[in-house]
């Protein structure tokens, strides 16, 4: 059997009345509903671009790690990669040629402070325990041997080879033609209509859909959507893509600049490249306007990516404006930079599939299986994803030290 494409439809054909809604159909709305599916759940997907995939899912660098800190983010992204890494399997297709663009060239973090030796082994160990037994640590002679054009300056690095990159429209298109859900394109959910603590249905630019159940997987809109408060801040980020260039190696890892959060990967002949700078809270919005001030910062400054990789400094001086694309979306940010998964605290009917704090790429598969398990009560819902972590709550354990 042939694998079928997504069932896109337009708003005139939008229901009346449908068991689940799922607001969002970028890569975390697809994935939720091809895993509500398997789990007995029909869902419809209501998306307000002009296709999936299209929004914050196409502005990210498409990077894929299990490289984590602490034990529920490596369970979370060891699981998604293994997704990936199997996905015509998974999936359920014999399509062969259904390709998602996975190169797993590795990913480096690299630290030119040698006091970083211990952080970084300590990291290794938790890893370990974790069940990731497959990164490596490195010094700066041994990351030099594999990849020549590193900088003399590095000290130590930690490498895993199974870590890269995916091509997320592929991805997208490939889960939404499994999961054979109804995907109403054009049509914006404005209101999630609640009544006595439940929900009763969702305002649309189409009208109005009877439902008890709905989830709200629509990225950086999902907080003003959603009808009681959620802990997500906004941040921007800028990814550059430089054109296809011989000085640029095609074989290397991601590479990370664990000292400032500056990194870059291959990609098509050039290079992308991308900065976790500190940010600060901002109103939902698309298209996100990038700082053009941004090229010059990730190329020029003392903590772009010619510190660890010193090619580009000579590069940067040769590359013309026709050879850079600069684009910038939104990371939906949470108090512990981990997602919100599963039944939104006070409203009934109400589940949320978002805040991925900047993984959401990675995230996706795993975080879908979750949120299908806490809808069909398959969990208890004590998972370390639940929204309900956050009531009371104040402080903001385990936070990534680098959010890339
Ligand atoms: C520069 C940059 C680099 C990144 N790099 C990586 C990376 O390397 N790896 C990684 O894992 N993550 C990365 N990310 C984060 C990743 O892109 C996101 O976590 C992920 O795309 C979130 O997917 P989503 O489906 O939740 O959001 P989106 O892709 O934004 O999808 C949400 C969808 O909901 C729709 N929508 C919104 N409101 C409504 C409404 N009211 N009604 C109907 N539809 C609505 C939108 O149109 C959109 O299509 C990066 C992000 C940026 C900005």
Redesign the pocket.
């Known amino acids: 059997m042939r694998q079928s494409i997504p069932r896109r439809r337009d708003a005139s054909e939008l229901p009346a009345s449908t068991p689940v809604v799922i ?8 994935a939720s509903a091809w895993f509500l599916r398997q789990y007995g759940l029909e869902a419809i997907v ?4 002009h296709d ?13 790690r299990a490289q984590f800190s602490d034990r529920d983010n490596i369970a979370m992204m060891a699981e998604s990669l293994d997704f990936y890494e199997h996905f015509n399997e998974r999936l359920g297709t014999d399509r062969s040629d259904a390709s998602i663009g996975l190169c797993q060239q590795g990913y480096l973090f690299a630290s030119t402070d040698p006091a970083d030796t211990g952080v970084f082994a300590s990291r290794i160990a938790t890893q370990r325990a974790a069940g990731l037994d497959d990164v490596e640590l490195l010094t700066g002679e041994e990351a030099r041997q594999r990849f020549p054009w590193l900088s003399d300056e590095i000290a130590v690095a930690t490498f895993r080879s199974r870590d890269g ?1 995916i091509d ?1 429209r592929l991805a997208v298109e490939a889960i939404a033609a499994a999961a054979q859900v109804p995907i109403f394109l054009n ?4 209101e999630i209509l609640v009544e006595a603590g439940a929900v009763i249905g969702v305002n ?1 630019s189409a009208g109005t859909i009877a439902t008890d159940t709905v989830v709200i ?6 907080r003003e ?1 959603s009808p009681e408060p959620l802990p997500i801040s906004l941040w921007r ?3 550059l893509i430089v054109a296809a260039n011989s000085a640029i190696p095609q074989t290397g890892p991601v590479t990370i600049d664990a000292n400032s959060g500056s990194h870059w990967r291959p990609h098509r002949g050039g290079a992308l490249l ?1 900065w976790a700078q500190p940010e600060t809270d901002q109103p939902a919005q ?1 298209p ?1 306007q990038p700082d053009p001030e941004f090229v010059e910062l990730i190329l020029q400054s003392e903590g772009g990516v010619g510190r660890l990789a010193p090619f580009w400094n000579d590069l940067r001086l040769r590359l013309r404006s026709s050879e850079i694309l600069l ?6 940010m949470t108090p512990d930079h981990r997602p919100l998964i599963g039944a939104a605290p006070r409203t009934r009917g109400l589940y949320l ?2 805040g ?9 598969p795993a975080g879908a299986r979750i949120l299908a398990e806490a809808m069909t009560r398959s969990n208890d819902g004590s998972h370390p994803f639940a929204p309900n972590r956050f009531d009371g709550q104040t402080d903001s354990p385990d936070i990534e030290q680098v959010v ?1």
């Open positions: 607001v969002g159909g970028g890569i975390v709305g697809v209501v998306e307000a671009a999936i995939g299209v929004r914050t899912t196409a502005m990210s660098a498409h990077c894929i990159w997320s049509v914006s959910a404005s649309t997987a629509a990225g950086p809109f999902s959507l980020r800028h990814r991308a698309w996100v684009t910038a979306g939104q990371y939906t599939n978002t991925y704090s900047g993984h959401g790429i990675m995230g996706a890339i």
